[in-house]
């Protein structure tokens, strides 16, 4: 019988560094842009069973955090479900087709035209980031988005 999916086990619990670097450390600084809910992190170091063995005082722990640097008024999310065409714009892996890939590069190639300043844009992968990005080069769009704007990639890993 042919294998029709495959199945991953990945330990999403963060415990595990944390308990490599507090053990090893006499301070430990934690630096993020999502850190909330913090309680999350306070429970994996101070609860009984924690990465510290509840061994880290709450009076220990300082928490600093900055209010968002981007205003309200500078934020649009959109959900974009049809391209310049009319196309409609599927995500799912069979619908990402050489035709929806170049659809999806004419509609953005649209936005960068008309919106100004930055644009941050979220894949829901680096394999379908990798894809659009080597479509959009073999196609010439991330040429033509690249005269408009600055084009960042976030590194893998």
Known sequence: ?????????????????FSEAVSEVRALLIVGGT?????????????E????GGSI???RLNHFS??????MEQILPLVVTAGVSS??????????????LEELAKTFLQLVEIIP???VVFFPSYAFLSACLNAWREKGFL??????KSVFEEPRG
């Not at 069973?49 to 510290?52: A, K, M, P, Y």
């Not at 900055?66 to 205003?71: A, K, L, S, Y």
């Not at 040429?143 to 408009?148: A, C, G, P, T």
């Open 1 to 17: 019988r042919q294998q029709e999916g495959s199945i991953k086990f990945l330990l999403l619990n963060a415990g595990r560094k």
């Open 35 to 47: 850190l909330e809910p913090i309680e999350e992190f306070h429970r994996l170091l101070l609860s």
């Open 57 to 59: 005082e709450r009076s």
């Open 117 to 119: 300043k930055g644009i």
């Open 143 to 148: 040429d033509k988005i690249s005269k408009l």
């Open 66 to 71: 900055c209010g968002h640097v981007v205003r």
């Open 87 to 100: 196309l409609e714009l599927d995500f799912s892996y069979q619908g990402r087709t050489p035709k929806m």
């Open 49 to 52: 069973g924690s990465v510290t």
